[in-house]
């Protein structure tokens, strides 16, 4: 259903902007532009969703979520170039960074590499050279200088998905970048980069950018939606929730007193079952509202 919901609500969408561009869909005296549409969603999942349905009708969109950056698969897979760069001559951080997503060798590609004592030490120079770099011109001047020589915006732009991870890329190495001064050193700055992997948080700067500044349909997270208003609003799994499970210990509020309470298999089990579901469907209830 989730695909199919998917697919219908990007037909609309399509059909709805279409008019906009003819001039007979207007919002007030103007027409209907992309941004003037929001899509709402819970998850990550679902917002693929309506993305991928969206690219099958030529539309871009943005994903608007409170997930943080550091969250993102570029997230780990940058951990892992800086890995790389920052001990180059560790040949096992080598190749997990050229086998990353992010600098893309095939087994077969990293295989031929090995074999070729003569691209494998051009490989380890390389990085040699990007260590020098980071360590007398700064973390974003290597950065800089490694995605030109790898041709990494024209490769991620030519790929489903690519704006999003080179969004998600930059913004990573805006942060590095910004807390290199406060760190001591290439290792400080690593090692900083790692707890913030570990850490949880709702900052401003980690949060997800938007893909790009152009006007595109926006896909929001039901909670970060909150006070923003759309002209054009779809809700297409809103129908979607999950039940309390009947084999796992229920948490609810007792009556009157409203007192939180965990049931592991009470006597009273069956009647506090009600009770935490009714809990449940109040609150998607206040989620729709």
Not at 129 to 149: C, T, V
């Amino acid at each position: 259903a989730k695909s199919l919901l998917a697919q219908r609500t990007a037909q609309q969408i399509a059909k709805l902007l279409n008019g906009g561009l003819s001039g007979e869909v207007r919002i007030a005296d103007a027409s209907l532009l992309p941004q003037d549409i929001a899509v709402l969603v819970r998850s990550h999942s679902e917002a693929r969703e309506v993305q991928q349905a969206l690219r099958g009708y030529n539309i871009a969109s943005a994903y608007i979520s409170r997930d943080s950056v550091f969250d993102s698969a570029e997230a780990q897979a940058m951990s892992r170039l800086l890995q790389a760069v920052l001990e180059p001559g560790n040949e096992r951080h080598l190749r997990a960074t050229l086998c990353d997503a992010l600098l893309g060798f095939s087994a077969n590609q990293l295989l031929d590499a090995l074999e070729d004592e003569n691209q494998w030490e051009r490989l380890l120079e390389q990085f040699q050279h990007y260590h020098h770099q980071w360590r007398d011109h700064g973390f974003m001047a290597m950065f800089q200088n490694l995605l030109h020589q790898q041709r990494l915006p024209q490769q991620l732009l030519a790929s489903e998905g690519g704006e999003r991870t080179l969004s998600n890329l930059l913004q990573l190495a805006e942060l590095l970048q910004a807390n290199s001064k406060q760190q001591h050193g290439m290792e400080g700055l690593a090692h900083w980069y790692a707890e913030q992997l570990e850490a949880k948080g709702e900052d401003e700067e980690r949060q997800l950018r938007l893909e790009s500044d152009e006007a595109l349909v926006q896909i929001v997270t039901i909670h970060k939606s909150k006070g923003l208003e759309y002209p054009v609003v779809f809700l297409p799994f809103i129908y979607g929730s999950m039940p309390t499970r009947d084999n796992e210990p229920l948490l609810f509020h007792r009556e009157p007193d409203n007192q939180l309470q965990l049931d592991m298999g009470s006597r009273s089990f069956a009647d506090n079952y009600q009770l935490a579901d009714r809990e449940r469907l109040a609150e998607e209830l206040r989620l729709l509202y």
